[in-house]
């Protein structure tokens, strides 16, 4: 099992639709949790990061963090095309240790 | 956080050369790291760079391949030696920024290497 799996997509929304992207992690010692964005030929940008249970919203990003169930969201609203890239879920396991998820490409529709 | 460069953006290598990765950043960190992105895949995490000591690598990465300085507390290399066209990558470095509680890690535009 890896130990950070997102869905790998493609995900194709159409504009100004909600995109829900999602992350499972196996570390149950896990503390913070982060949301990176990365256009295509750049280097990861943090757009959220998350380290209570419930939800967190920054502008049009909800990030939502269940660690019973091991889970972490990023909701998207009012998608702009300028929102398509691959989104990377990261989890600090309890080595200190930043994992990454290997992302996925989100696609938002004209 | 901090601003964070490296050198070279991109470069074309041939097999069996080594190639020096600069990455300078604005103020003093006290943790940097640096990460292999290999195409289509995630970031993997190659090493600590640890100031004034030797790198900490992780499995299935040596020292040998990827010799790491950490001369100061802003500036920081990594050489990928004796290169083959499997160390074609993304490479990257982040620094560690505490805010509040929490370390949160920022990286650097990257180097992207092509070997031929």
């Known amino acids: 099992q890896k130990e950070v799996e997102q869905n790998s997509g493609p995900l194709s929304v159409p504009e100004g639709a909600i995109a829900s992207l999602n992350c499972t992690y196996s570390d149950r010692g896990s503390q913070s949790f982060f949301w990176y964005r990365q256009y295509s030929g750049k280097s990861p940008e943090l757009i959220m990061s998350?380290?209570?249970?419930g939800d967190k919203e920054d502008g049009r990003f909800t990030a939502q963090l269940n660690k019973a169930s091991q889970y972490v969201s990023l909701l998207i609203r009012d998608s702009q095309p300028s929102d398509s890239a691959t989104y990377l879920c990261?989890?600090?396991?309890?080595?200190?240790?930043?994992?990454f998820g290997q992302g996925t490409e989100l696609s938002v529709k004209p | 956080s901090a601003v964070i460069s490296q050198k070279p953006s991109r470069d074309i290598c041939q097999r069996g050369t080594s190639l020096t990765i600069q990455c300078q950043v604005d103020s003093q960190v006290t943790m940097m790291f640096w990460y292999r992105q290999q195409p289509g895949q995630s970031l993997t995490l190659i090493a600590t760079?640890?100031?004034?000591?030797?790198?900490?690598?992780e499995s299935g990465f040596v020292i040998d391949k990827f010799p790491i300085s950490r001369p100061n507390l802003t500036f920081s290399t990594l050489t990928v030696s004796n290169m083959s066209p499997e160390d074609s990558s993304i490479y990257l470095c982040s620094v560690e920024d505490r805010q509040g509680a929490t370390d949160t890690q920022y990286f650097g535009p990257g180097t992207r290497l092509t070997v031929l």
């Open positions: 998350i380290y209570s249970n």
């Open positions: 990261a989890v600090t396991n309890q080595g200190g240790k930043l994992i």
């Open positions: 760079a640890n100031q004034g000591s030797e790198a900490t690598y």
